[in-house]
């Protein structure tokens, strides 16, 4: 008698993850420790992924997909696989569809997918943001996010399916634009460090990430200040500075471009607020 597959959460091997649930679909950022190699498994939902940080080999349908950042892929309910990390562990954004909810992705969903696409890594970036600074807003943000990436996800797949990897030289200027996002570099010495022409470059990498070098640097710049809004007490012209961008209203228009509100509601409205309250002034305890 044939046993029956047990099926595995999309957490196992990770150390640190948060969840949250959308309309019809279960939302999970988690991080995987570096050189972590995670056996055989299935899921009992498919699978639909993005790299945020770091990468992993996911080995799948007598494939190797190859997932650095700004990788997308697609796991089909059931669909075995392994996963090795990278040497710089991996940080991903998973969305576990109902099938019966997402019917009009049913298709793309039935099938291993893998794409690369700057837009929809800077989405599951944002999906990301909201479910670790929750509000009760958050989940109708997730919920439109997750159907723009999959509704990218499909469009961007019928233009051109990827079924081979990334020249190597196109993934190390994609692993220069992320150590080096904050500075003022150029196209040209992208392409110089890489051993490519600057127009083969800008052509090459819009055709795999979706997005030009500078509106992906942009990016990385704006998800870097999402981030340290929350952690630290830089005014917002110092983080504009650190971040590279040329001043405090330069900043403050990108972010609104991507997150759709200024740094100083962003922080506001997420930043840790105190656990206990100040004690009164001596003045203030007759009031």
């Given at each position: ?29 988690a991080w ?25 080999d ?16 697609v ?5 075995r696989?392994?996963?090795r ?27 291993v ?92 990498f ?9 509106d ?23 983080m ?48």
């Open positions: 008698m044939k046993q029956r597959q047990r099926h595995v959460p999309v957490t196992m091997g990770s150390p640190r993850f948060q969840t949250m649930e959308a309309t019809g679909c279960s939302v999970i950022e995987f420790p570096p050189n972590a190699e995670l056996p055989p498994h299935t899921h009992d939902r498919p699978i639909f992924g993005v790299m945020l940080r770091g990468a992993f996911s080995v799948i349908a007598h494939r190797t997909l190859d997932c650095p950042p700004a990788a997308v892929w796991e089909p309910l059931g669909e696989h392994a996963n990390i990278g040497r710089e562990g991996a940080r991903v954004l998973v969305v576990q569809p109902d099938p019966a909810t997402f019917d009009a992705f049913g298709g793309f969903l039935d099938a997918r893998h794409l690369r696409h700057a837009g929809i890594a800077a989405d599951a970036n944002r999906v990301a943001q909201e479910i670790n600074a929750a509000d009760d807003l958050s989940p109708l943000v997730v919920d439109g996010l997750v159907q723009t990436m999959l509704a990218a996800a499909v469009r961007r797949d019928r233009v051109r399916p990827f079924h081979d990897r990334p020249p190597r030289w196109l993934l190390l200027a994609q692993e220069l634009l992320h150590a080096r996002f904050r500075e003022r570099v150029g196209l040209s010495a992208i392409a110089a460090a890489v051993g490519v022409s600057p127009s083969h470059l800008a052509r090459e819009r055709a795999y990430f979706g997005t030009t070098l500078g992906y640097v942009r990016d990385l710049r704006v998800e870097w200040v999402a981030t340290q809004l929350t952690r630290t007490a830089m005014t917002l012209s110092e504009g500075i650190a971040a590279g961008f040329s001043d405090q209203s330069h900043l403050t228009r990108e972010f609104r471009r991507r997150f759709g509100t200024t740094p100083g509601e962003w922080r506001r409205l997420r930043a840790p607020r105190p656990r206990f309250s100040p004690r009164p002034r001596d003045d203030e305890d007759c009031r």
